[in-house]
C-alpha cells in the first residue's frame, strides 16, 4: 500500500481533510519569495545526534525552476522535507508561500514527489489518481490531463503494482499535478527514466513555469542545471552556491556545469580544512 512518500499534496502527513480549490494559479504574493528559510537548524538523533542543516538561509524565487544540487548526503532530501513541513526542525524558519512550511492551507498549493514512489499497488493508475485528486479537491478532467503530462494514459487501467520503477516515478508526479499546485518539489523527479522520457518531462517543466509554477527540483544529474533557472548546491548542509549557470561557469572557469560544480565543492572543501 501507498505511504506518506507518494507523490501528492504537502502536509497530508500533517493536515486532514481535502480542501477545495479553483485550479487556478494564485501565487504568493507580489514581492514573497515561494521559500524563504532563516537560520534552518535539523538534528538527527536528539539534541546531541548529527546536524544536517547547520542554519541554512535559502530564498527560492517564485515562477522559477530552481535545482537544488550536491553531493550524495548534503542535505537536500532534509531540506526539501521541511520545505513541504514533514521534517521535524530543532530551530530557524522555514516559509512557504508566505506562510509556515506545513500549514494546512498549504495543502491544496504543494505538490511534493519524494525519491521513492509510493502508491497504492492493488490499485490501477487512473484509481490511484483518481483517490488523489479527491483527497486534494482537484476539479474534473485533471485525472485525464495529468496522465497526458507524464505520457501514461496507455497505462490508465493497470495495476501500478505490474509498473516499472521509471513508470511508478511518473504516477507519483501525476498525483503531485493534481489541481495545479502553486509549489511543485521534487526530489530527483527523472531517476530511473530513459533520456528521451526525461527530456520529455523538463519540457514538461518549462511549461509548468510558464503558467506560474515554482518548481524546486532536486537532482544529481549535472545536465539537468542548465534546464534551471536559479541553482542551489548544497554541501554538508551549506549552501556553497547561490547561482545562474552563466554565473556559474564565469565563476569557476570551467566548460561545463559538472566541472563548475566540482570546482566550487573542491575550493569548499579547501576553506573548510584551514
Do not use: I
Amino acid at each position: 500500500m501507498g505511504s506518506h512518500g507518494r507523490g501528492t499534496r504537502a502536509s497530508d502527513e500533517v493536515a486532514g481533510g481535502p480542501r477545495e480549490r479553483s485550479g487556478r494559479h494564485t501565487g504568493p504574493a507580489p514581492g514573497t519569495p515561494a521559500v524563504r528559510t532563516v537560520g534552518l537548524r535539523v538534528v538527527r538523533g536528539g539534541r546531541r545526534g548529527t546536524v544536517v542543516l547547520p542554519g541554512l538561509d535559502v530564498t527560492v524565487p517564485a515562477g522559477q525552476v530552481v535545482g537544488l544540487l550536491g553531493p550524495s548526503g548534503s542535505g537536500k532530501s532534509t531540506f526539501l522535507r521541511a520545505v513541504v513541513g514533514v521534517q521535524e526542525v530543532a530551530g530557524g524558519v522555514v516559509e512557504v508561500l508566505g506562510l509556515p512550511a506545513g500549514s494546512p492551507a498549504l495543502r491544496h498549493r504543494v505538490g511534493y514527489v519524494t525519491q521513492s514512489p509510493s502508491v497504492y499497488t492493488d490499485l490501477t493508475v487512473t484509481e490511484n489518481l483518481r483517490y488523489f485528486a479527491a483527497v486534494v479537491g482537484a476539479p474534473p478532467g485533471d485525472v485525464a490531463r495529468v496522465l497526458d503530462d507524464v505520457d501514461l494514459t496507455r497505462h490508465a487501467r493497470r495495476r501500478t503494482g505490474g509498473l516499472s520503477g521509471g513508470e511508478l516515478a511518473r504516477v507519483s508526479l501525476a498525483a503531485a499535478l493534481l489541481g495545479s499546485p502553486d509549489l511543485l518539489v521534487l526530489d530527483e523527479p527523472t531517476v530511473g527514466l530513459d533520456p528521451v522520457l526525461r527530456r520529455d518531462l523538463w519540457d514538461l517543466f518549462g511549461r509548468l513555469r510558464d503558467a506560474g509554477t515554482t518548481l524546486l527540483v532536486s537532482s544529481h544529474v549535472m545536465d539537468e542545471a542548465t534546464r534551471c533557472d536559479r541553482l542551489l548546491l548544497l554541501r554538508e548542509g551549506r549552501l556553497v552556491a547561490d547561482t545562474d549557470l552563466p554565473e556559474l561557469l564565469a565563476r569557476t572557469g570551467a566548460a561545463d556545469v559538472e566541472h563548475a560544480f566540482l570546482t566550487l565543492v573542491e575550493r569548499d572543501a579547501a576553506v573548510g580544512v584551514r
